[in-house]
T-cell receptor
Framework: DAKTTQPPSMDCAEGRAANLPCNHS???????VYWYRQIHSQGPQYIIH???NNETNEMASLIITEDRKSSTLILPHATLRDTAVYYC?????????????FGKGTTLSVSS | SAVISQKPSRDICQRGTSLTIQCQVD?????MFWYRQQPGQSLTLIAT?????????ESGFVIDKFPISRPNLTFSTLTVSNMSPEDSSIYLC??????????FGPGTRLTVT
């Protein structure tokens, strides 16, 4: 069973911030929150990950609540090219290298 | 990061035949994985390809149907055997890079007629 819950779809206007929520209420202390996206017909692309602190990179920001039961991926200025399926995944980071297990994700549609 | 290439990028095959998909990585990696993405669905993990040992298969996937080879730390193959139309999917190779980020190849789009 998926460990995360995401809305099936969201819309966003071009140039506005896209805020994608994710619930992971059963997350364990050693599990990280990862975000990936998949643009149509391409392999999934890594966006960002975090444990408990908020993270920011050139693509997005990740806000994790203090109790770690939910998080939000923020695309600060969405463009048409950000239209994709976004996956929120919790994963143990260990020496063995655990594979990502994908849920259904959120389909983000950015329109002009 | 890791750059992954897959061959072929797409193929159309007859039922009952087999297809071998190749995955090449530009750096040595310990962990390689194979996923399947059926039309309109999310990704499903098929197996973990371990160098020097048998692949580890997820529930619902068996070695006779999806034999995997991992001859070295940069290469792996997945064979889809005795294909049926239900095997029509995108097959993706994936690796874990040193910073524990997981990277994906572009996928192989398989259509079985």
């Amino acid at each position: 069973d998926a460990k995360t819950t995401q809305p099936p779809s969201m819309d966003c206007a071009e140039g506005r911030a896209a805020n994608l929520p994710c619930n992971h209420s059963t997350i364990s202390g050693n599990e990280y929150v990862y975000w990936y996206r998949q643009i149509h017909s391409q392999g999934p692309q890594y966006i960002i990950h975090g444990l408990k602190n908020n993270e920011t990179n050139e693509m997005a920001s990740l806000i994790i609540t203090e109790d770690r039961k939910s998080s939000t991926l923020i695309l600060p200025h969405a463009t048409l090219r950000d239209t994709a399926v976004y996956y929120c995944i919790v994963r143990v980071v260990d020496q063995a290298g655990t594979a990502l297990i994908f849920g259904k994700g959120t389909t983000l549609s950015v329109s002009s | 990061s890791a750059v992954i290439s897959q061959k072929p990028s797409r193929d159309i095959c007859q039922r009952g035949t087999s297809l071998t998909i190749q995955c090449q990585v530009d750096s040595q990696v310990t962990m390689m994985f194979w996923y399947r993405q059926q039309p309109g669905q999310s990704l499903t993990l098929i197996a973990t390809a371990n160098q020097g040992s048998e692949a580890t298969y997820e529930s619902g996937f068996v070695i006779d149907k999806f034999p995997i080879s991992r001859p070295n730390l940069t290469f792996s193959t997945l064979t889809v055997s005795n294909m049926s139309p239900e095997d029509s999917s995108i097959y993706l190779c994936s690796v874990i890079a040193p910073r524990n980020e997981q990277y994906f190849g572009p996928g192989t789009r398989l259509t079985v007629t």
